[in-house]
């Protein structure tokens, strides 16, 4: 069965740091495209970053590059995104997903399974 389960969202001050984390069950991260995407309250959810499986290269969204970076660690089946420079606008419920392919603008596409979220609440 597959599962992933989201954890380390939090409150964060503007101009914070915080890593989820994301580990996976069922299925071996490194064979399939993987992502994460967030929604915010009364928003459209927006892919985030994403893995490419064929080749392991990666994409953000235009508004987090420089400041996200999305990782893998194979051994424990988990991915990460390490967020910095959070702004109120990074605020949001943030899931993992496992999807077909991996977009140019970090959307993870064509997903058919996400864990349940962790929320990013960015505020002083």
């Known amino acids: 069965q597959v599962q992933l389960v989201e954890s380390g969202g939090g409150l964060v001050q503007p101009g914070g740091s915080l890593r989820l984390s994301c580990v996976a069950s069922g299925f071996t991260l490194d064979n399939y495209a993987i992502g994460w995407f967030r929604q915010a309250p009364g928003k459209k959810r927006e892919g985030v970053s994403c893995?490419?499986?064929?080749?392991?290269?990666?994409d953000y969204l235009d508004s987090v590059k420089g400041r996200f970076a999305i990782s893998r660690d194979n051994a424990k089946n988990t991915m990460y995104l390490q967020m910095h420079s959070l702004n109120p606008a990074d605020a949001a419920v943030y899931y993992c997903?496992?999807?077909?392919?991996?977009?140019?603008?970090?959307?993870?596409?064509?997903?058919?399974?996400w864990g349940t979220g962790t929320l990013l609440t960015v505020s002083s």
């Open positions: 997903a496992k999807g077909s392919y991996c977009s140019r603008s970090g959307t993870l596409e064509e997903m058919d399974a």
């Open positions: 893995f490419r499986s064929s080749d392991d290269s990666l």
